[in-house]
């Protein structure tokens, strides 16, 4: 009996493949076959459209207020060239780079925002560089597929919107695990999916959903495209595409770049270290992940945490560099600037250590769902339901007679539509989040962003008295600093 089921067994997961190689084929065949796929050399794809970016929206609760996305590819398969232009305006920032990759040699950066120029630091292969491209495509979607066939696996029928699919699923040269969705009817591709850890959802999908395909020439292009994550709408855009364009080396040139200065390239990486602003007053910087720092203050018998950025693994290696810096107090607070996901990410740990959430009504239910999310984490380990500390009429001081911070919403800001400072008056320091970065590789950061003018607009009609400026992404940085770039 036993061998029996082995058999039975080993025949289902050989049916199962067979129908995955047959759905690709299918799909595939759909689009011209695997010669016609295989043959392709050069790709153009320019992309317009709306961004809601998931969790990073400038209220927490719909209706969310669109971001404009442009994008350009142009995509040398052939000789390895591939020439990106991304623009997007979207809560409060301006994005405006373009990259350019020629094979082997190390990428460039361009910021047409600060007229700069920078080179990657350490390049990867040409595959790891490509990869992510490819799956803005289709065909060149199914071109990995045909290349890495060997983990082609079938997922099994499904339907979507509607309509019935066959799913495969096959791992890309950058290592990611996508799946797959083929009309069952027209064999097109309808969609690919990959697993994000969503802070609201737990394990959720991440979808790119092809739609309105249209002839051209042997094939067929889709016209339009959405993104989702966690069943929220995130991007929906046009598409226009041609395979195979005549291009040119001036194809592969920025030419408006040729009086960019050129700047240093980012390091690509930033070593955990503790910054003392003050007695009593630290940063934490990329102990959670890279660039996502925490502000701890030392009160007479307890301590203050602003911002739980990253997840809830991340937080507890915060939460420990905490207790080492400032040894023998509790956390009793822990305070968020506002409701996007890396900025909330961390929270369920401080509430596992037991700490008071102190925050303003809006993000207050971001963090409830937060807490109801499927996480395996400390929380989950042992339950407990979080407490709040709500601010009043936009503000909340926490003092000891001796330490004050006042924590104040000065939104509704281009980024967020409430946005907390912590303010330490005597120390005159002020901590925040997303409204004044500084480039990791210290270069101009182009014409200030509406985030960075409105944070210098409201310090001014407050009238607080600052020095230093903590951040909960990059360095710190002073008022001076700030001053000075506002006139870039």
Do not use: C
Request: no cysteine; net charge negative.
């Amino acid at each position: 009996m036993q061998t029996r089921a082995v058999a039975a067994l080993l025949i289902a997961a050989w049916s199962a493949d067979a129908n995955a190689q047959a759905a690709l084929d299918r799909a595939v065949q759909a689009l011209g076959g695997a010669d016609a796929l295989q043959k392709i050399e050069v790709v153009r794809l320019q992309l317009e459209g709306e961004t809601w970016s998931r969790l990073q929206t400038r209220t927490p609760e719909p209706p969310f207020e669109a971001g404009k996305i442009e994008l350009s590819l142009l995509l040398d398969l052939k000789q390895d060239r591939l020439l990106f232009r991304q623009h997007e305006i979207e809560t409060g920032f301006v994005r405006d780079n373009t990259t350019l990759i020629k094979g082997e040699r190390a990428g460039t950066i361009y910021n047409h925002r600060s007229e700069t120029v920078r080179s990657f630091p350490s390049p990867p292969s040409v595959p790891q560089q490509f990869a992510p491209h490819y799956r803005r495509l289709p065909h060149l979607l199914l071109r990995q597929a045909l290349d890495r066939r060997d983990t082609v696996r079938s997922l099994g029928p499904a339907t979507f919107e509607g309509k019935p699919q066959d799913v495969f699923t096959f791992v890309t040269p950058d290592e990611q695990q996508v799946a797959v969705y083929v009309d069952a009817t027209s064999a097109l591709v309808t969609k690919y999916e990959t697993r994000i850890d969503d802070p609201l959802a737990g394990d959720a999908a991440s979808e790119v959903i092809f739609e309105d395909y249209a002839r051209v020439g042997a094939t067929q292009v889709p016209r339009s495209l959405r993104l989702q994550e966690a069943g929220q709408l995130t991007q929906r855009s046009k598409l226009d595409i041609a395979i195979d364009p005549a291009v040119t080396d001036r194809s592969f040139e920025v030419t408006a770049a040729k009086n960019y200065t050129r700047v240093a390239p980012s390091p690509d990486s930033l070593p955990e270290r503790v910054e003392q602003l003050a007695d009593g007053v630290f940063v934490l910087h990329n102990v959670s992940a890279a660039s996502q720092n925490t502000l701890a203050v030392e009160f007479k018998d307890y301590i203050v945490a602003v911002e739980a950025p990253g997840s809830s693994s991340g937080a507890d290696k915060v939460i420990a560099r905490i207790k080492a810096t400032i040894p023998d107090k509790p956390i009793r607070y822990v305070a968020v600037t506002h409701h996007h996901g890396d900025h909330i990410g961390g929270l369920r740990s401080f509430i596992a250590e037991g700490a008071t959430v102190i925050t303003t009504a809006g993000t207050r239910k971001i963090v409830e769902q937060l807490m109801a999310a499927p996480h395996v984490d400390r929380l989950a380990a042992q339950p407990r339901p979080p407490e709040f500390l709500m601010l009043e009429k936009g503000r909340r001081v926490l003092t000891d007679g001796s330490r004050t911070v006042e924590l104040i919403d000065i939104g509704p800001h281009p980024h967020a539509s409430e946005m907390v400072i912590a303010y330490l008056p005597n120390e005159r320091v002020v901590f925040q989040g997303d409204m004044f970065i500084i480039p990791r590789n210290e270069a101009s950061s182009g014409p200030p962003a509406p985030t960075t003018v409105s944070f210098a607009k409201k310090l001014e009609e407050l009238r607080l008295d600052v020095d230093r400026i903590g951040s909960v992404h990059g360095r710190s940085s002073t008022i001076e600093e700030l001053r000075t770039r506002l006139k870039d």
